[in-house]
């Protein structure tokens, strides 16, 4: 069975400070590994994917996570926040069958 | 510009009364969800489809009830709204074969009193 962990529900930065959120998977295939974001009245929208090629993926907004099989791992992060990042964000892993397990969701606060 | 469009976007409704979701694509995908999304944000998967006339419940037992006629279209229809149906309800599509992930619409936040 597949699961994912995100760590912290809330996450508090200063705006131009480091973000970095965390997630753990569980997945006894290779996974397919996602993140979501979704900004307030809104939908999911995909910020980037793992799909086995590079394990540094670099997505929209300036966003990046690294996949590291060792540590189970597929942290988020981007270098220098802005107040526009705040929004909740979303784990997610995929067991290849094309079902998408989701985690719980990190809200990331910005702060001035 | 969303290529999956959810109906209302809001919706304040009495208890009793009948409601129907909905939920269309226009990118032809077979894959279809239902999520109900609670305040503490995280999702729960209510139903799912995977093509016509193929429809399944998810791992959140859920009072509602999906039809999937149309391989755009994939309405959620509560009988008889109560308040603990009050939540965001959001739909997804995806396509077999290959990994995009999920596309989903914008959501509708569902109020009864």
């Known amino acids: 069975a597949q699961s994912v962990t995100q760590l912290g529900s809330h996450v508090s930065v200063s705006e131009g400070a480091l973000v970095l959120l965390r997630c753990n998977y569980s997945s006894s295939v290779p996974p397919y590994l996602f993140w979501y974001v979704q900004y307030p009245n809104q939908g999911l929208q995909l910020l980037l994917k793992?799909?086995?090629?590079?394990?540094l993926v670099k997505g929209i907004n300036g966003f990046e996570a690294e996949f590291k099989k060792s540590e189970t791992s597929f942290h988020l992060t981007k270098p220098s926040a802005h107040m526009s990042d705040a929004a909740e964000y979303f784990c997610?892993?995929?067991?290849?069958?094309?079902?998408?397990?989701f985690g719980k969701g990190t809200r990331l606060h910005i702060l001035p | 510009e969303a290529d999956i469009y959810q109906t209302p976007r809001y919706l304040v409704i009495g208890t009793g009364k009948k409601i129907t979701l909905e939920c269309s694509q226009t990118?032809?995908?077979?894959?279809m969800y239902w999520y109900q999304q609670d305040p503490g944000m995280e999702l729960h998967l209510i139903h799912y489809?995977?093509?016509?006339?193929?429809?399944e419940k998810g791992d959140l037992s859920s009072e509602s009830t999906v039809s999937r006629i149309r391989t755009e279209h994939f309405p959620l229809t509560l009988e008889s709204a109560r308040p603990s149906h009050t939540s965001q309800y959001l739909c997804?599509?995806?396509?077999?074969?290959?990994?995009?992930?999920?596309?989903f619409g914008s959501g509708t936040r569902l109020t009864v009193v």
């Open positions: 997610a892993v995929s067991d290849r069958n094309d079902k998408i397990i």
């Open positions: 990118m032809g995908h077979d894959k």
């Open positions: 793992y799909t086995s090629a590079a394990t």
């Open positions: 997804a599509s995806s396509t077999s074969g290959e990994i995009y992930g999920y596309t």
């Open positions: 489809s995977y093509g016509v006339n193929s429809t």
